[in-house]
């Protein structure tokens, strides 16, 4: 099945405790990218990666770390989480071409205190 | 700047059909995108608009307007299941999504 696997799907956490949120397709999508998603707003990007080594900061990048070592994997980095990073994180991919639409992992809801 | 423009929330009866309206400015563009998202849940591709006119998909139908930065999402014969948030996302001359906050649909029986 197509799918994007994101993990964990719920994580709380405390402040300054380093953690990876992992996301891998299985699709051979070139483009992944990282949204996070706040009540009242809209998706907003915070990493995307157009190919393998080929990473770019969205709009909310601070705070976070990415990598694409490989096509398939795009982990989400938080080096020292905040409770301000407490939010909906949603990975996707898509083939990068304007008509590809968007294939969204299930979320991973993250609770920092 | 980039903005979208969508209703918050609006509520319809099952059955009946409701238009979602979206305008936008964007840098550019390369196609507009509507997406369903139920709460808590990811959101999931419905339409692709880049050329003026209408999309029909079954219940749902996309149009847009690019002289006019708009477009809308038409759905037809309303399920309970149809509540949902969706989200209008036009692509600017980055292909990259500029995404609103969308609207909460509500129906009811």
């Known amino acids: 099945e197509a799918q994007v696997t994101q993990n964990p799907r719920y994580l709380i956490t405390v402040t300054g405790k380093k953690l990876t949120v992992t996301c891998s397709q299985n699709?051979?999508?070139?483009?992944m990218s990282w949204y996070r998603q706040d009540p009242g707003l809209g998706l907003r990007q915070i990493y995307y990666?157009?190919?393998?080594?080929?990473?770019d900061k969205g709009d909310v990048p601070e705070g976070y770390k990415v990598s694409r070592k490989e096509k398939r994997n795009f982990p989400l980095i938080l080096e020292s989480p905040s409770p301000n990073q407490t939010s909906l994180y949603f990975c996707?991919?898509?083939?990068?071409?304007?008509?590809?639409?968007?294939?969204f992992g299930n979320g991973t809801r993250l609770t920092v205190t | 700047g980039q903005n979208i423009d969508q209703p918050t929330e609006m509520t319809a009866t099952e059955g009946a059909i409701v238009q979602i309206n979206c305008t936008y400015q964007?840098?550019?563009?390369?196609?507009l995108f509507w997406y369903q998202q139920h709460a808590g849940e990811a959101p999931t591709f419905l339409s692709y608009?880049?050329l003026d006119g209408l999309e029909e998909k079954g219940r749902f139908s996309s149009f847009l307007s690019r002289s006019k930065g708009y477009s809308y999402l038409l759905l037809k014969e309303l399920q309970m299941k149809d509540s949902a948030s969706y989200l209008c996302?036009?692509?600017?001359?980055?292909?990259?999504?500029?995404w609103g906050a969308g609207t909460k649909l509500i129906i009811k029986p």
């Open positions: 608009n880049v």
């Open positions: 996707a991919s898509s083939f990068g071409q304007s008509n590809s639409p968007l294939h």
């Open positions: 990666s157009m190919n393998v080594e080929v990473t």
């Open positions: 996302a036009p692509m600017d001359s980055n292909y990259q999504l500029i």
């Open positions: 964007t840098s550019g563009f390369n196609g």
């Open positions: 699709m051979n999508h070139e483009y």
